[in-house]
């Protein structure tokens, strides 16, 4: 091995990196995410932990990164579901409000920063 290959190497070992939890794409398994990061989030301290996501998986991982009360995310989504008459449609209940009810509830338990 080279020397600054080596070197490299060497400061790579030492270094020690923050936890990082992925959230995959997975719409219908979002509450389950949010729920299990609110679990961890008693069990280990995730204020150094980086989050990432995609899909259906970055909404948890943003209410992670924002340290969101899941409990209070819960409540607003489902107020803002009867608000719009989300469940009383059946099967297409959140077609034509989806993106309006997620824009509002995001806005509502997001820090403004």
Not at 73 to 78: C, D, G, I, R, T
Request: charged share 20%; aromatic share 10%.
């Amino acid at each position: 091995m080279r020397g600054w290959a080596l070197r490299a190497s060497r400061a790579l070992s030492t270094t020690v990196l923050p936890p990082a939890i992925i959230f995959p794409n997975a719409a219908s398994l979002t509450w389950w995410q949010i729920g299990a990061t609110a679990t961890l989030t008693k069990e280990y301290a995730l204020d150094r932990a980086q989050f990432a996501g995609a899909g259906g998986g970055s909404i948890a991982a943003a209410l992670a990164a924002c340290n969101c009360d899941s409990a209070v995310a819960l409540e607003k989504a489902w107020r803002l579901g009867e608000q719009m008459g989300a469940f009383e449609r059946g099967f297409w209940s959140m077609r034509g409000v989806w993106g309006t009810l997620l824009r509002e509830w995001l806005r509502e338990v997001l820090p403004h920063d």
